[in-house]
């Protein structure tokens, strides 16, 4: 299982985690995320994460 962060905010998504306050299940893939994924503290899209 992998981390994203986000570029702008710091924010880390980890795939063994997930999100549940966002409704993301644990061990659901960064490239699995709901089309409408965005960061929970700044709001930008999944393409200003990168592969930490």
């Known amino acids: 299982m992998k981390k994203y962060v986000c570029t702008v905010c710091g ?5 063994e985690k997930g999100a549940p306050e966002l409704g993301i299940a644990p061990g659901t893939k960064f490239e699995d995320l709901p089309a409408d994924f965005a960061c929970p503290y700044c709001g930008v899209g999944p393409e200003l994460f990168e592969e930490q």
Do not use: A, M, P, Q
């Open 11 to 15: 924010y880390v998504y980890d795939e």
